[in-house]
Each structure stands twice: as C-alpha cells, then as structure tokens.
C-alpha cells in the first residue's frame, strides 16, 4: 500500500526566503502521481502542483517547485520568495490506482510559519 | 462558478444522533469523494464512488454511510455506530477521464459531538 512521509511537523522561514517542505514516499507501483496541496487556518484544501511519475522534468508552478527524485522516493516542494500569504498547513498525496479507482494517500502535513 | 459546496460549515450533534453532511458539485465531475481530518492530522478516506449508484468504502468507513443517487451528490452520514464522530469532513470531486487527476475540494464541515 502507498505510504506518504512527511518529517517536519512545523517549519519557519522569514518572509522572502525560499523554503523546502520535505516529502518521501512508498510504493511499488511504477506509475503514479504526487501531489501538494495547501490548507490555510479556514479549512479548504487548494492544489498546488502535480508531478507524474514518468515526468522527467521537475513540476514547477509560479513560486511552487517540485524537487523530484525518483530514486530516493522524494517529492520535496520549494516555495521561492515566501510571502505571509502562505503560512498554512501543506500536505503532499499520492494517488492510488490500485482496483481501478483513483484515491489519494495523504501525508500528515507540515505547518508553515513565515515571519515578517 | 463551478466549485463544490458543503452544508452546514458547523454541526453539532448530540451522542446517539444520526447526521447527514451535504456535498454538490457542478463541476460534472464522475468521481466523488469523502475525507475525515482530525486536528494535526492528514486526511484520511471515509467512502468514495466513481459513478451513480455506486460507491466504495475507504480506510475508516465504519460507522458512515453514503448515497450517490445523483451525479453530483453525494451525501454522508454519520451514524450513532461512530464512536468518535467529532472532526473536520472535506468533500472533493474529479473527472474520470485520465488518470492522476487533481482533487477538488469543497470548503468542509466541522462536527462537533456534545
């Protein structure tokens, strides 16, 4: 069964810094999807950015990067010039095909704190 | 617009009682979906159903039910069966076409059990 890791259960960065929210993951699938999704203190959940695993370019998306590593299992985000705008919480999924249908496998977060 | 919606945005339910927590799309998405997140946690999957009068159960359906009678509903219940309903419930929606598709996610319900 797919499994998502995320270490960091908080991280601080200061206001236009980049930072790297890290992200591993498990699966003997060869063909799968990772995904990063963003929730601020009001509960919904945006997408961010997706990354195929047969992709051989990093995803990138505005200020959102992907640093994916296929070999190493990690599927690492990096926002560039964080603003306070983005402290939240930030999850990274993994689809699930198995049986046909398509679910996500969510990791328990990382909370992001930019101070000014 | 086309988004999802999530009725009520607070419940509070007394021990014992049956709740039913709205979800509509109109996005004409297939696939509908129903997580549970309680606080520091990630989301974790209740019920989910690709297609009309169809649906599968998740990792923690115990206690829940749901329908799909309409395309773009898709209704929870939480049943008295639920020993610890009190949490934060996010609904979300994808088109089948493709695999690895995005997740849309409506704005949620927070339960509260007094």
């Known amino acids: 069964a797919q499994k998502i890791t995320q270490t960091q259960p908080g991280m601080f960065v200061q206001e236009k810094e980049a930072v790297t929210l890290d992200c591993t993951y498990d699966t003997s699938d060869q063909s799968y999807g990772l995904f990063w999704y963003k929730q601020p203190s009001s509960g919904e959940m945006i997408f961010l950015i997706y990354q195929g695993s047969y992709d051989e370019q990093n995803a990138t998306e505005g200020r959102y990067s992907l640093n994916f590593q296929k070999a190493r299992k990690s599927a690492n985000l990096v926002i560039s010039a964080s603003q306070l705008g983005d402290s939240a919480m930030y999850f990274c999924?993994?689809?699930?095909?198995?049986?046909?249908?398509?679910?996500?496998?969510f990791g328990k977060g990382t909370k992001l704190t930019v101070n000014p | 617009d086309g988004g999802i919606t999530q009725s009520p945005k607070y419940l509070f339910r007394k021990e014992g009682q049956n709740v039913t927590l709205s979800c509509e799309q109109n996005?004409?998405?297939?696939?509908m979906y129903w997580y549970r997140q309680d606080p520091g946690q990630g989301l974790r999957l209740i019920y989910y159903?690709?297609?009309?009068?169809?649906?599968q159960k998740g990792d923690i359906a115990e206690g829940y039910s749901v329908s799909r009678e309409k395309k773009e509903s898709f209704p929870l219940t939480v049943t008295s069966a639920q020993k610890n309903p009190t949490a934060f419930y996010l609904c979300?929606?994808?088109?089948?076409?493709?695999?690895?598709?995005?997740?849309?996610f409506g704005p949620g319900t927070r339960l509260t059990v007094l």
């Open positions: 999924a993994m689809s699930d095909a198995q049986g046909g249908s398509e679910k996500l496998v």
């Open positions: 159903s690709q297609i009309v009068n169809d649906f």
């Open positions: 979300a929606s994808t088109p089948l076409a493709g695999f690895y598709n995005e997740q849309f």
């Open positions: 996005l004409n998405h297939d696939a």
